[in-house]
């Protein structure tokens, strides 16, 4: 029967056909082709109705023995297809587990602000407070409530950056009218006693501006950190003991300090204390006998100014100099970093070199 040959050939072919296929596509359209509801196959069941009725069990067997075996060869070949189009994933987003893998770098506070927050916290823990001022300070703060002279140098258009010359009148603040970039955190000092009950025990770090330019021992932006204490019955034996305690914490207790007589205009009697040097020990001179170029053969390094309140600065800012005394004192932080680290050039601090600034 020509019909049955017809099936034979089909169920031969598309076998043929399934065998041969490497992708799930093309599998997917012979299905559709042969035994989906339109298929070629499917077609013979429909037109079942046209066949002589004694031939219709024959050519029924028939195409349920192509059916059945075309749909387990559609089978068998989907699951290997797709076994092997995951492999083929898999393989193609492989991680290779032996590479070493990629750290994050973690950063870490910049070695000023290290030793700022260090500096903090030492005085945090003999009960002072931490406070912060503008940097954007009007001539009364950073210098007239300082009882800076009218004449002082630091005064002057080549030693402060003036955002304000003294005829901006709009900016005027107590009949100061010049606006500037601080040249010292001193000013802090001044609002404290303005905007604080007594007694005062305050450190102050933050950014000053000068006009320098920049050296291995000048830059033109840095950070200080202030201190002031107001109290009653505070003597100069307060202030020594306050800031041997601070060189002695930063620097290592080996470390000696020393008080020079200096000049501040917002301190009397005002002094620089020098701790000893910590290359040589504080001898001058090195184990060969050679001269201690860190502290050029004197054994002391000059660490910051210091000195009691004078009775000007506490009357400007309405303190009875009669009942209260106190003692004040500025540090720089670059220096102190630079000292303690042995740093040789103070642009080091700035220029980001990773391989500098991991070392801290
Ligand atoms: N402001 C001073 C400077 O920039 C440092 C200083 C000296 C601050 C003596 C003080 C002090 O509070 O009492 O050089």
Aim: negative net charge.
């Amino acid at each position: 029967m020509a019909i049955i040959d017809d099936i034979t050939a089909l169920h031969k072919e598309t076998l043929e056909r399934i065998g041969a296929i490497g992708d799930s596509k093309e599998l997917e359209a012979i299905r559709v082709e042969v035994v989906g509801k339109a298929g070629s196959l499917t077609g013979y069941l429909r037109s079942m109705g046209q066949v002589a009725k004694e031939h219709r069990a024959q050519i029924g067997k028939s195409v349920n023995l192509a059916r059945n075996e075309i749909e387990a060869a559609l089978e068998a070949k989907k699951a290997e297809l797709s076994a092997r189009e995951m492999e083929a994933r898999i393989a193609a987003s492989a991680v290779d587990v032996t590479l070493p893998g990629r750290s994050q770098q973690v950063g870490t506070r910049h070695l000023i602000n290290a030793i700022s927050d260090e500096i903090s916290e030492l005085f945090l823990g003999l009960g002072y407070t931490v406070l912060t001022g503008p940097e954007v300070e009007t001539d009364w703060y950073n210098f007239t409530a300082l009882n800076a002279p009218e004449d002082h140098p630091s005064r002057g258009l080549a030693d402060t950056f003036y955002v304000k010359d003294n005829t901006g009148a709009e900016t005027a603040v107590k009949g100061e009218s010049a606006v500037l970039l601080r040249t010292q955190t001193s000013g802090v000092q001044v609002h404290a006693m303005e905007d604080r009950e007594l007694p005062i025990y305050i450190i102050a770090p933050g950014k000053v501006y000068r006009r320098d330019v920049a050296d291995p021992s000048h830059l033109p932006q840095f950070h200080q950190c202030e201190g002031l204490v107001i109290d009653k019955n505070i003597t100069f034996g307060d202030l020594k003991g306050t800031l041997d305690y601070f060189c002695k914490q930063i620097f290592g207790p080996e470390r000696k300090t020393r008080f020079r007589a200096h000049y501040f205009p917002f301190t009397e009697p005002s002094a620089e204390a020098d701790v000893s040097c910590g290359v040589c020990g504080g001898t001058g001179h090195l184990h060969d006998g050679e001269k201690c170029r860190m502290c050029k053969g004197t054994g002391w390094i000059e660490i910051l100014g210091c000195g009691m309140v004078d009775p000007n600065v506490l009357e400007m800012s309405g303190i009875d100099p009669e009942e209260y005394s106190g003692f004040a004192f500025g540090v720089g932080i670059e220096r102190v970093a630079c000292l303690k680290y042995n740093v040789p050039d103070l642009r080091m601090l700035l220029e980001g070199d990773m391989r500098f600034l991991r070392q801290f």
